[in-house]
């Protein structure tokens, strides 16, 4: 009997203090308490005062419940972060921070910090499951690594602050912004600098369909969806029935950036025209026309990172 409670004892404070990397900072409030607290320490040493010392007990007192009303208050919880699936150059991209708590009571003025990415969100309350976004903005393009996510709470009093922090592992790809480039899209059969078309490279005959995957608007196959529900993309005889153009980011006009942008333009153009497109990138990288999201982030990144 006396075993088993001894155990239990045991796992409920191993529970209680395992919290990640955890850290308290002292506030400006929370040191003027402590200097206070001496002052009346000394002060009850030194004239044997039975006020001073109740208020002293009181004070201490007061400080062990703020300590373990913190560790308490961030104790259990889920944070996750959720970047969007395409982030731009100057363009606000809205982040989406999660905040799960496991435990019985809920927690309260949890704030929630990425510094590479610049996110800061607060949870006044969490009782099970709160979600906020927040809008971030990049002026530059590249990929943002995402390496750790800061958790901190003031409660209950705001004298200490403790904190935590988790392993993220994430990047942020931070596409070019699109430009339109100084020069009317070319019809169909003729050629722009910086583009090449290709036309058709097989014949019109519908042999099956396959599962959507970004292949432009032209290739689904309607009469699927109105039947099933789902989009679904046309298979043709031919090796691929979608015209082809390619994207020479050396032949755009302007500077370095402004090709990028211009070509981050026509790959996004041509996608939703339905066209296959194709990409020959500023370090020498190709990308043969294909169609699909995939690919389209494959050309995106290789943009964002020249």
Same mark, same amino acid.
Request: proline share 6%.
């Given at each position: 009997?006396?075993?088993?409670?001894?155990?239990?004892?045991?796992?409920?404070?191993?529970? #209680?203090?395992?919290?990640?990397?955890?850290? $308290?900072?002292?506030?400006?409030?929370?040191?003027? #308490?402590?200097?206070?607290?001496?002052? +009346?320490?000394?002060?009850? $040493?030194?004239?044997?005062?039975?006020?001073?010392?109740?208020?002293?007990?009181?004070?201490?007192?007061?400080?062990?419940?703020?300590?373990?009303?913190?560790?308490?208050?961030?104790?259990?919880?889920?944070?996750?972060?959720?970047?969007?699936?395409?982030?731009?150059?100057?363009? &606000?991209?809205?982040? &989406? $921070?999660?905040?799960?708590?496991?435990?019985?009571?809920?927690?309260?003025? $949890?704030? +929630?910090?990425?510094?590479?990415?610049?996110?800061?969100?607060?949870?006044?309350?969490?009782?099970? +499951?709160?979600?906020?976004?927040?809008? /971030?903005?990049?002026?530059?393009?590249?990929?943002? =690594? /995402?390496?750790?996510?800061?958790?901190?709470?003031?409660?209950?009093?705001?004298? #200490?602050?403790?904190?935590?922090?988790?392993?993220?592992? /994430?990047?942020?790809?931070?596409?070019?912004?699109?430009?339109? =480039? =100084?020069?009317?899209?070319?019809?169909?059969?003729?050629?722009?600098?910086?583009?090449?078309? &290709?036309?058709?490279?097989?014949?019109?005959?519908?042999?099956?369909?396959?599962?959507?995957?970004?292949?432009?608007?032209?290739?689904?196959?309607?009469?699927? #969806?109105?039947?099933?529900?789902? @989009?679904?993309?046309?298979?043709?005889?031919?090796?691929?029935? %979608?015209?082809? +153009?390619?994207?020479?980011?050396?032949?755009?006009?302007?500077?370095?950036?402004?090709? @990028?942008?211009?070509? %981050?333009?026509?790959?996004?153009?041509?996608?939703?025209?339905?066209?296959?497109?194709?990409?020959?990138? /500023?370090?020498?990288?190709?990308? =043969?026309?294909?169609?699909?999201?995939?690919?389209?982030?494959?050309?995106?990144?290789?943009?964002?990172?020249?």
């Amino acid at each position: 009997m006396l075993r088993s409670a001894i155990g239990r004892l045991k796992k409920l404070s191993a529970s #209680f203090f395992q919290t990640p990397k955890e850290r $308290v900072r002292i506030n400006f409030g929370g040191k003027l #308490f402590i200097a206070f607290t001496l002052a +009346v320490g000394f002060g009850a $040493v030194n004239t044997g005062n039975n006020v001073l010392y109740l208020l002293l007990s009181f004070l201490l007192a007061l400080m062990a419940v703020s300590g373990l009303l913190s560790r308490y208050n961030l104790k259990g919880l889920k944070v996750q972060l959720f970047p969007p699936e395409e982030v731009w150059c100057c363009k &606000e991209a809205p982040f &989406e $921070v999660l905040v799960e708590n496991r435990k019985r009571f809920p927690s309260f003025l $949890v704030e +929630v910090l990425q510094r590479e990415a610049g996110v800061r969100v607060l949870f006044k309350l969490v009782e099970r +499951v709160s979600r906020k976004r927040t809008l /971030l903005r990049f002026d530059r393009r590249g990929v943002y =690594p /995402l390496r750790t996510l800061e958790v901190r709470s003031s409660f209950p009093f705001g004298l #200490f602050e403790r904190s935590f922090t988790l392993d993220l592992g /994430l990047e942020v790809v931070v596409y070019p912004l699109p430009k339109e =480039p =100084p020069f009317a899209l070319p019809p169909v059969g003729k050629r722009e600098e910086g583009l090449s078309e &290709e036309g058709k490279a097989g014949t019109e005959a519908v042999v099956g369909l396959r599962d959507y995957a970004g292949e432009g608007f032209s290739q689904v196959s309607w009469k699927a #969806f109105a039947r099933l529900g789902q @989009l679904y993309a046309k298979e043709f005889s031919g090796e691929d029935a %979608a015209p082809r +153009v390619w994207v020479d980011v050396s032949a755009l006009p302007g500077s370095k950036e402004e090709k @990028l942008s211009y070509a %981050a333009y026509l790959i996004l153009k041509f996608v939703k025209r339905g066209y296959a497109v194709g990409l020959r990138c /500023l370090d020498g990288k190709v990308f =043969p026309p294909k169609a699909g999201t995939e690919h389209l982030r494959e050309m995106l990144r290789c943009l964002a990172v020249a």
